[in-house]
């Protein structure tokens, strides 16, 4: 008869074998970004579709489910009690998802992505509006096969933020959305005018690789468990414990792109990095959310990398790596550059301010592509209509418009909000953390990360899943998602650099 | 009632899943060897042994075996009659090997590499010896599992080179040996003496890649289905049918390791880029064995890389890639210096005449260790021994005699013997190339490839494993494989270069 502690050994052991599969998984569409010769295309999404597949029968096995089904009658507590309830959360996923959608979508994500980043280059809405199409039609049917009684947005959503709904993001973009625009009026009204154009000299890239490395090194990126590496769209990603990759774009006329492109992927992956071992090959041991996770690259993008007292201390360093080139610009000068809030069309490199319009016009647009209200062939045309109405500019064609982002190609609606609830989830942290650590600026200044660091593997990273991302953010911070300590922040931060009332 | 088509189709499918496991598998392992960081190296172990687990148990499944049953039954002829055939081969293999032996072996090839290459580095046998006889105990159980009546060495060169056997491979080394020591003799004892430190001269790396680059791609091997990458160990690889990478390693200060060790790998990438894409994913689409994998790296190589009409025509464009370098260095010179025969302690820097002596010294000991007359601990002293009798010189270190190959940390036995052989295949192949196309040297001298390497795609490539090695090679050669044609162009070539009676 076997014990409790039996079946969660053997539990552990059919998660390991899910988890490995999709480990694998990342590292073909890590290689896919980053180093896959063309001919590899075709092939590639094949075999991410037959390992999905095999993820996803594995995950359906009767007897792991049966196994959850008896250890949650063992009354366990604790980490052992959020195991069984974390690999409940995926099973029931799995499970509502038919094994040919499953394949069928992992295959048109990869061809998706190949015929964007054509069309992207290429300025073609026209070819990747098929792709589009397809990849819209699988995820209502994922929606369908998910919960056929909720909203098909809702149902999507719910996957990259458990417990949010598309009401929700309203509740909190409709005062935000108010309040941004007021902010951002007042600033373009001031006098105050950064000269942005230098950012826009000539920065060598190997120099800007060498001190993004070095920055990101100093916060806490581990390298010996990462590695950087250059793609079209950045992002992070976990091709296992104890390997997770960052990657990044250079622009040789335009530092932020690449320095905060850095910053932000290397917070992710140091949450990544510092996910519980011990919980490692199961979903106790994944990250949480989407919000929280976007919480930990914008805290060390924008409250860090952006702020006067990071400057204060880096900015000698920046200005050595580019002999020369900086040397007219003074410290205040540099930093209301990098702080200039003005509308812009490229959301990745889009100010602290006005970043959340770009997320408002994603998000209304998405909602309206899934729920059947916009058609795919109309979408370059809301697109610059909805840029305008927000961002009070239009884009000249579709590659700084609806062909900018990667994630519709890549099947994935109702991921956009995460990036407004995290940013207003990493002020909330930053505001705790202050409250325990004291003087933040002084460590920034020093470029002392670590005692940072650490307040952040102590309250958000060691956690994993354990707790659902609300409580994880009550329990860190003292009270639920707000807005207040983001507005509280952008108001001071912004009031100051543009002189405002 | 399914037709012998739909069991066709059935048996394609399922095979493809094999092949996409196996291609995931090939990417974990060329990333360990290229771009993973350290971290990730324990990982790995355990996500290539849940692969290599889940690909065993997929060819195990009682429904593929029915299938091949009855597939037998079939009376298919041609093509797919060679592909049930083939997937037997397979099967056989998959059904007697126990699955926690495959997923131990998998584990500690990834454990054994990873030790092996610190132990190398570190020059530090001591540290290797524990994973070399596990490893060793693993391949006995392997060979004891998959034929207990054969002896185990000859069970392991099978997996290799299919109907082969320690006997066989004595019949060929006895006479071969003979032969090249008289040759390597005459060659010790002529006044001619190459300069070979004009090859130790200063070359930058970045000129090297380049010039190998541009060498190989104008010799066929297509980069947009391949790459090529650094690595310690230089290797080629297959990720999907469309994806064929190569690796290689610089020396800075010794032009022909990167240069010769590039050509020989896209002789590897070529053969795999040319295989039936009709038959891609199944067994009948692979590379049909060692010997005859080898006989394409090495017929790039030697016979094209390294004869007089190749750098007759490459030569110039050599001196131009290190500008002032070579200058003072005629043509002669430099084939003298790239032909220069002496014993040498490194196998993969080893001459065309001495190579087969570390081939032999290998197959030797490597045999001793699998039957148990020689203790790992043993090893080192071996190795120095048999090296002194056989190219008459013993490595100063570990670095440069035992450690210096990573075929054992990989379990590998039974493998060197098929370089020898793949060898003697590529002169053999050389000489029925001439026979069809005339003036082999007047297409070297003028970089015109195509015609050879057409050749090998309708001779070797094209066939995948259509045909037994031995039946290829008949084919392609009319008769069966012999050591005269090697025999006959070493002697021709050395002869010439070093003035011999």
Redesign the interface.
Do not use: C, K, W, Y
């Given at each position: 008869m076997p014990t409790s502690a039996d079946r969660l050994t053997a539990l552990r052991e059919r998660l390991?074998?899910a988890s490995?599969?999709s480990?694998?998984?990342a590292?073909?569409s890590w290689?896919q970004s980053t180093?896959?010769?063309?001919?590899?295309?075709?092939?590639?999404g094949?075999?991410m579709a037959?390992?999905a597949r095999?993820g996803h029968q594995h995950l359906t096995d009767p007897a792991l489910v049966e196994m959850v089904d008896a250890l949650e009658s063992d009354g366990l507590e604790g980490d052992e009690r959020a195991l069984v309830r974390e690999t409940r959360r995926v099973l029931d996923r799995a499970l509502k998802m038919p094994p040919d959608l499953v394949a069928a979508m992992t295959r048109q994500r990869v061809r998706g992505r190949q015929v964007w980043e054509r069309a992207r280059r290429e300025d073609d809405f026209a070819a990747f509006a098929p792709e589009l199409r397809t990849m819209i039609g699988l995820t209502r049917e994922q929606a369908a096969a998910l919960n056929d009684e909720a909203p098909a947005y809702d149902v999507l959503h719910d996957l990259y933020e458990r417990g949010s709904s598309a009401a929700r993001v309203e509740a909190v973009f409709g005062p935000l959305r108010d309040d941004i625009v007021d902010l951002a009026r007042a600033i373009r009204e001031s006098d105050v005018r950064p000269d942005t154009s230098v950012l826009r000299r000539d920065f060598p890239e190997a120099a800007q690789e060498a001190f993004a490395v070095e920055t990101v090194r100093a916060m806490g990126y581990?390298?010996?468990?990462?590695?950087i590496?250059r793609t079209a769209h950045p992002f992070a990603t976990t091709?296992?414990?104890?390997?997770v990759?960052i990657t990044t774009r250079y622009q040789r006329n335009f530092l932020p792109s690449a320095l905060f492109g850095t910053i932000h992927e290397a917070g992710h992956g140091m949450y990544n990095q510092n996910l519980p071992a011990e919980h490692?090959d199961t979903p106790l041991g994944s990250s949480v959310s989407l919000a929280i996770h976007e919480s930990q690259s914008r805290l060390w993008e924008n409250l860090i990398g952006r702020s006067r007292a990071f400057w204060e201390g880096a900015y000698p360093r920046l200005q050595a790596a580019f002999p020369g080139t900086l040397d007219d610009v003074p410290l205040v000068a540099f930093v209301a550059a990098v702080n200039d809030v003005r509308p812009s069309l490229i959301r990745v490199e889009a100010d602290e301010v006005t970043y959340h319009l770009h997320v408002m016009l994603r998000f209304e647009l998405e909602r309206a592509l899934v729920e059947g209200a916009l058609d795919v062939a109309d979408l370059p045309g809301a697109w610059n209509e909805k840029s305008r109405e927000l961002l009070g500019i239009e884009p000249s064609d579709d590659r700084d418009g609806c062909l900018q982002d990667v994630h519709w190609s890549w099947g994935m609606f109702g991921y956009f909000p995460t990036y407004s609830l995290g940013t207003l989830a990493s002020v909330q942290l930053w505001e705790a953390m202050a409250r325990d650590l004291g003087d933040l600026e002084g460590l920034v200044r020093a470029a002392r990360f670590a005692p940072i660091l650490e307040w952040l593997v102590e309250h958000v990273h060691r956690h994993g899943s354990r707790f659902a991302p609300e409580e994880l953010l009550e329990r860190a911070t003292g009270g639920p998602l707000s807005a207040e300590p983001y507005l509280r922040y952008v108001r001071a931060k912004y009031g100051a650099l543009y002189r405002l009332a």
């Open positions: 390991a074998v490995h599969l480990q694998a998984s590292l073909l290689d180093h896959m010769p063309p001919g590899g295309a075709e092939a590639r094949r075999q037959t390992l095999l581990d390298f010996e468990r990462g590695r590496d091709i296992g414990p104890g390997d990759r490692a």
